[in-house]
């Protein structure tokens, strides 16, 4: 550690011990203090707690600024280093999961990814995206309780044998996508409804009031209103139904096996919206 802000070494004189077996490995013992050194280290105990807490509050390139102001100049790649030594506690079991599939490589090679959703840490990634692999780590893990899955049926099976004591349930994004194509379907069907009420009597008062009210002529309106929101609710139903054929051809596409690029190309649209 510095001294009023110079950097102090210490010169450390231990003793050392020859074996006399010749048959001995190590031939040369030498005296550990571990509470001041670490083997083979240049850097007391204190000054390595010191420059590990650094590196993993700061990272590489600003950790390395502060301990020049110190008086313990270090560089980014020694701060690095201790980062991938510092020593990490093991996590606790998960218990709540998410399950999903993610991209090796972009519409060419996909995995699956498993996270905690109580720690919000990944735990786990998996070479594919099959449903053995998804079996053999679930098998692995007894305590796990929920399993929070897309609408697909790989994970599903998976959880179903890998699994079987788990809750599935729906992860957050697809309960609101599912809320929205109820909510959309449930418009569509109830459309007399919704615009009966919208245009509906209107209430007492009101109409005490417009029967007070002089009655002023005024243009005829024609019926162009009327036949126009006919015709956006006629491309409504249409927009709504080649959404529909556009879903269902996507998941059949995936079900059998093909990647989201050629998924893509096949239904005219782009990656990002299947």
């Known amino acids: 550690?510095?001294?009023?802000?110079?950097?102090?070494?210490?010169?450390?004189?231990?003793?050392?011990?020859?074996?006399?077996?010749?048959?001995c490995a190590r031939q040369i013992f030498t005296e550990r203090l571990p509470t001041v050194v670490a083997p083979s280290a240049r850097r007391t105990a204190r000054l390595a707690?010191?420059?590990?807490?650094?590196?993993?509050?700061?990272?590489?390139?600003?950790?390395?600024?502060?301990?020049?102001?110190?008086?313990?100049?270090?560089?980014a790649d020694t701060l690095l280093t201790a980062i991938r030594r510092a020593a990490r506690p093991d996590p606790p079991a998960p218990r709540v999961i998410g399950i999903d599939d993610w991209s090796w490589r972009r519409g060419h090679r996909f995995g699956?990814?498993?996270?905690?959703?109580e720690r919000h840490a990944v735990v786990d990634l998996l070479p594919?995206?099959?449903?053995?692999?998804?079996?053999?780590?679930?098998?692995?893990?007894?305590?796990?309780?929920?399993?929070?899955?897309?609408?697909?049926?790989?994970?599903?099976?998976?959880?179903?044998?890998?699994?079987?004591?788990?809750t599935?349930?729906?992860?957050?994004?697809?309960?609101?996508?599912?809320?929205?194509?109820?909510?959309?379907?449930?418009?569509?069907?109830q459309r007399p409804a919704w615009r009966e009420a919208a245009t509906g009597a209107a209430s007492p008062a009101t109409e005490a009031a417009e029967a007070r009210?002089?009655?002023?002529?005024?243009?005829?309106?024609?019926n162009r209103p009327r036949r126009g929101q006919e015709r956006l609710e006629e491309a409504s139903r249409q927009r709504h139904a080649r959404l529909v054929e556009q879903d269902e051809a996507i998941r059949r596409l995936h079900a059998a096996g093909a990647?989201?690029?050629?998924?893509?190309?096949?239904?005219?649209?782009?990656?990002?919206t299947v």
């Open 112 to 117: 699956t990814i498993i996270v905690d959703l």
């Open 213 to 222: 009210a002089p009655r002023v002529p005024g243009p005829r309106t024609p």
């Open 128 to 166: 594919d995206r099959a449903v053995d692999s998804a079996v053999a780590w679930l098998q692995q893990h007894p305590q796990i309780t929920t399993i929070a899955r897309d609408r697909a049926g790989v994970y599903a099976e998976a959880a179903t044998k890998g699994a079987a004591q788990a």
């Open 49 to 75: 707690t010191v420059v590990e807490a650094l590196a993993l509050a700061l990272g590489g390139e600003a950790g390395a600024r502060l301990p020049a102001i110190l008086g313990t100049p270090r560089s």
């Open 1 to 23: 550690m510095p001294w009023q802000g110079l950097a102090v070494r210490l010169d450390l004189h231990v003793r050392r011990w020859c074996c006399a077996n010749p048959v």
């Open 168 to 189: 599935q349930v729906a992860d957050r994004w697809h309960l609101l996508h599912n809320l929205a194509e109820v909510l959309e379907e449930c418009l569509l069907h």
């Open 259 to 272: 990647d989201v690029a050629g998924i893509a190309r096949r239904v005219g649209v782009s990656r990002r």
